[in-house]
């Protein structure tokens, strides 16, 4: 499952990326969503792009199309 399409509230655990850009990959570490740490979609905007997600006790807005290079399990 990828991050675009986990509901809002839930809760995931970042498994991977399905990327092969390094220069996404780069800015997905930089912005500390990484491997094995869990993520929350807060909020989706009005035409489903961007998505705000809560990483650790960060609040990130990012694309759909990125969202969907992110690789994650979802916790219940």
Same mark, same amino acid.
């Given at each position: 499952?990828? @991050?675009? &399409? $986990?509901?809002?509230?839930? =809760? /995931? ?5 399905? %990327?092969?850009? &390094? /220069? =996404?990959?780069? !800015?997905?570490?930089? $912005?500390?969503?990484?491997?094995? #740490?869990? #993520?929350? #979609? ?8 961007? +998505? !705000?997600?809560? #990483?650790? !006790? %960060? $609040? $990130? %807005? +990012?694309? &759909?199309?990125?969202? /969907? @290079?992110?690789?994650?399990?979802? @916790?219940?």
């Amino acid at each position: 499952m990828t @991050l675009d &399409k $986990l509901q809002i509230g839930k =809760i /995931a655990r970042i498994d991977g990326y399905s %990327s092969e850009y &390094k /220069a =996404i990959i780069t !800015q997905f570490i930089t $912005l500390g969503v990484v491997p094995e #740490v869990r #993520v929350q #979609v807060m909020n989706v905007a009005f035409f489903g792009c961007p +998505i !705000q997600i809560k #990483v650790g !006790q %960060s $609040l $990130l %807005s +990012i694309r &759909k199309a990125e969202a /969907a @290079l992110i690789n994650i399990e979802e @916790l219940v």
